[in-house]
């Protein structure tokens, strides 16, 4: 799923890090522009890496060979054979500038409504 595609002018919106559980491994960000609020939930979550606040919210599905290659480097988390990876899993990127944000999880959701 390409969140530019659900969300105009993604690239506008200012993002941080809003709740994580670990023992549940959801991730939820805050999307914030003018007087736009939304948040993504992602459930499943077996790695994250970027900043705690950014912005930009445009986020990309990764390619299957993508998410492979991601799951291989932290191997001990993923217990599953490499076949069933993009049946399992999703990668989110962005780029930011020098950076990107990265997310693997088994599902992504966008909401007017903060998780509870």
């Known amino acids: 799923m390409d969140i530019a595609l659900l969300l105009p002018n993604a ?4 993002c941080q890090i809003y709740h994580y559980n670990l023992g549940h491994s959801e991730l939820s960000i805050h999307l914030v522009y003018e007087t736009e609020n939304y948040y993504l939930h992602f459930s499943g979550v077996r ?3 970027g900043p705690m606040i950014w912005q930009g919210a445009n986020f990309q599905l990764a ?6 290659e991601l799951v291989r480097r932290i191997r001990k988390s993923v217990q599953i054979p490499d076949e069933m990876i ?4 999703q990668l989110y990127s962005m780029k930011l500038g020098t950076s990107q944000v990265d997310i693997l999880c088994h599902r992504m959701d966008l909401s007017k409504t903060p998780p509870q």
């Open 47 to 49: 790695y994250f890496c």
């Open 86 to 89: 993009p049946e399992v899993f």
């Open 63 to 68: 390619s299957a060979e993508q998410c492979l």
């Open 11 to 14: 690239e506008k919106y200012w």
